[in-house]
């Protein structure tokens, strides 16, 4: 109790500059590099519930298997509810037939995913960490982003999806903490998601088990248990493919996604409190294929622009972002 | 010599010189599907150069082994189409081999060799370019040719290098270029990019064929724009030389970048934002990306998909008039 007395008035104390602290001690989730914010509960969708990011994962699950009686959920350690607990409860609910571990094979799970997908079951794979996800690169770039255009649209395996934990957790170091996107965003072929929130995350996540496209849905695993919301029960769907303006500004366009975005969030507020500068914020949400017409459209505006991202800079999708923005101005 | 007798002679060399280097792959043996490895066998042995199972993450799992012993590891992967089995062994274990150490142990010793790039009827598993993959991994050098005398050259730094390297091959290359090459070894520095020719209004980028390609697109600018273009080959494109670019751009203030790659995520991206950043004031119009389209490489649709000089020279003739 005393030490975070202690650290609320370091920051405040300006031990590291002023850094806004929530008004209310239930919006207070302070990890080390940023503050989640929950969104307002959203309206248009039912009974909401308070989840985490895992449980709010653990309800699009649900959902998904219930309506679709050819989904199965597999991968390492997924029978007994998962190492981030997204799955609990579903092998009991929904049987092993559904629900079942795989060896510990990436290559295989993504093959194997593929191979369900092919038969036209819907298939949710899960890659224990996103680090881990290079094994089944192969299987992902020459075989399921290339299986549609290859056989003419005679065959797919559209309805793959393949979740990953993903990006910095503090103390995940070299393969616990990555975050893999840009290798994906120079494949065509797949779709590739990364949501902020619990409430997006559920959305997205369903638009990608329902996309006729083989995606991959990245999970921040620094917001499973720290990123808390009211999130809808009943399935809802999150478009994919665009970015969202979380706020409107006038002098610099920031982008990012993921945690990311909490972060550029804390910025736009140190922004206009210490430089008076408006700060317009995009979520991203869809890095493959990404909506170039939102971001451009506020660069247009401000003139500015500003990406971020946790993984390097060499190659890292912000180029990707930057260069085309650059010609479209 | 032809591009793949210089990769031999520089295999040669390579074998001659350092004791411990060793060849392998799937059918390196007998000499290789494009004849890069002819003769290397009978003059070095069957232990020295050998034939590995048709397993590309074996292939690089054993050359980071065979490197951390100390050895010189020479592996090749029969097209880079196939490099993607070892993708995990490449970006989470040999790029990251000596930095999770402490610089205690490392695979610097070992160098992949990969026949790359379009090729008039590969399609889509014969026919990629997958350096932009690359290019995102921290801890390995990849470097692409663009003639025999360049090959020999960079594979035999590459090979000397104290980083895992990888090195590209452009296939189509292997016959269709030749020129006189050195039988004696030399080094060609990485992340060096080279000006073949000077220009004072338009910078052009490429690296491996596809600076044949733009070499043809300044001729015709300078044909029917009188325009005059400064054409840089890249060669390595990680840690690639930013210095060089920048330099011409503020020079010339327009850039054009052209790779057979797919657009999104391509390098040209990584080029691009980079000068931007740090030429901003001095370009005069947009940077330009000439590349292949975001599909898989195709069959019969070659043609229309690869960055040919039309498209080239259509780009160059937009920032022109911009």
Redesign the interface.
Known sequence: MGLRRAAVAALEGGLLGRVPVPSSAAAWRHAAHFTFQPDPAPSAHGQTQKMNLFQSITSALDNALAKDPTAVIFGEDVAFGGVFRCTVGLRDKYGKDRVFNTPLCE?GIVGFGIGVAVTGATAIAEIQFA??I??A??QI??EA??YR??SGDLFNCGSLTIRAPWGCVGHGA??HSQSPE??F?????IKVVIPRSPVQAKGLLLSCIEDKNPCIFFEPKILYRAAVEQVPVESYYIPLSQAEVLQEGSDVTMVAWGTQVHVIKDVATMAQEKLGVSCEIIDLKTI?PWDTETVCKSVVKTGRLLISHE??L???????I???V??E?
């Open positions: 290559q680090d881990y290079f094994p690169f192969d770039v020459n982003a290339k255009y290859r070299l393969y840009a290798f965003a120079h494949c065509p072929g493959l993984a390097p060499t190659g890292g999708f912000a180029a990707e930057s260069s085309t650059q010609i101005e």
